[in-house]
């Protein structure tokens, strides 16, 4: 495999950081390649702005979508995500490492999606779903929670992690092309013993190896849906996401 982390934590002794040195450890060990954006070290800018391209489109109105698409045709994005863009096309397999802040990403690892995951070279026009421009690689969460896992059940104070996750899952990554394997969530590391933490590393260390062999999260492809884009007659609505295994380290 080759693959791409995009590790998102600004404490490089942080337990995301000790899965970052797991996962480049343990791939690298099977005989893989791998790359890793730390966003946090290479000071990204997670603000889209005109800096993101070194030639206008239109220099008296920023329209983003136009911006990309010409940037993308004719080669004028910054260097900073052209660079991404590159690693993008060289991997086959996306981990994305990151602590789960209000619910959703990291700000510096969403302005990452916002700025690199751009009109014309992730989605755009048909261009989304199976047909997204990432399409024919996997991905993949690994993150941490500051609850446990019983307040992330269907049942928990702060709701279903599955429904958490699916704007990420669904709306980024499988919307841009990839096809998403289950989640691998490790559950408040920071109230956990040293041992209990050594023995969520060794089970990252397993799910890393078995990513060639997993099957991806379902989702519905473009012909169960009619023109309105709700599922068409007769078409189970099925669960999202495979719950049996889905996040790893239920304890």
């Known amino acids: 495999m080759k693959v791409l982390i995009v590790y998102a934590h600004p404490e490089p002794r942080s337990f995301n950081g000790a899965m970052r040195d797991v996962a480049v450890d343990t791939l690298r060990g099977g005989?893989?390649?791998?790359?890793?954006?730390?966003?946090?070290?290479?000071?990204?800018?997670?603000?889209v702005g005109r800096g993101d391209f070194t030639r206008p489109a239109n220099a008296d109105v920023f329209r983003l979508a136009a911006e990309q698409r010409r940037a993308q045709d004719d080669g004028t994005y910054a260097k900073d995500i052209?660079?991404?863009?590159?690693?993008?096309r060289w991997c086959d397999t996306l981990i994305l490492q990151f602590p789960l802040f209000w619910f959703s990403l990291p700000a510096?690892?969403?302005?990452?999606?916002d700025r690199v995951m751009g009109v014309g070279f992730a989605y755009g026009g048909s261009m989304w779903?199976?047909?997204g421009g990432l399409r024919g690689r996997r991905a993949m969460l690994s993150l941490t929670t500051g609850g446990p896992p019983s307040i992330y059940g269907p049942r928990g104070r702060n709701g279903d992690i599955e429904l958490i996750l699916w704007p990420i899952q669904n709306g980024i990554l499988r919307l841009?092309?990839?096809?998403?394997?289950p989640p691998f969530v490790a559950w408040c590391p920071a109230r956990l013993s040293s041992e209990e933490r050594v023995v969520y590393l060794k089970e990252f260390k397993e799910r890393l190896l078995e990513i060639p062999e997993t099957p991806p999260?379902?989702?519905h492809e473009s012909g169960d849906y009619g023109e309105d884009n709700s599922l068409m007659p007769g078409v189970d609505p099925r669960p999202r996401f495979q719950r049996a295994g889905a996040v790893a380290g239920s304890r």
């Open 31 to 47: 005989g893989h390649e791998v790359i890793v954006s730390d966003l946090y070290a290479m000071g990204f800018n997670p603000v």
């Open 82 to 88: 052209a660079d991404e863009h590159e690693k993008l």
């Open 108 to 113: 510096i690892l969403k302005g990452w999606v």
């Open 129 to 131: 779903y199976e047909n």
């Open 176 to 181: 841009v092309g990839f096809d998403v394997l």
């Open 217 to 219: 999260i379902f989702f």
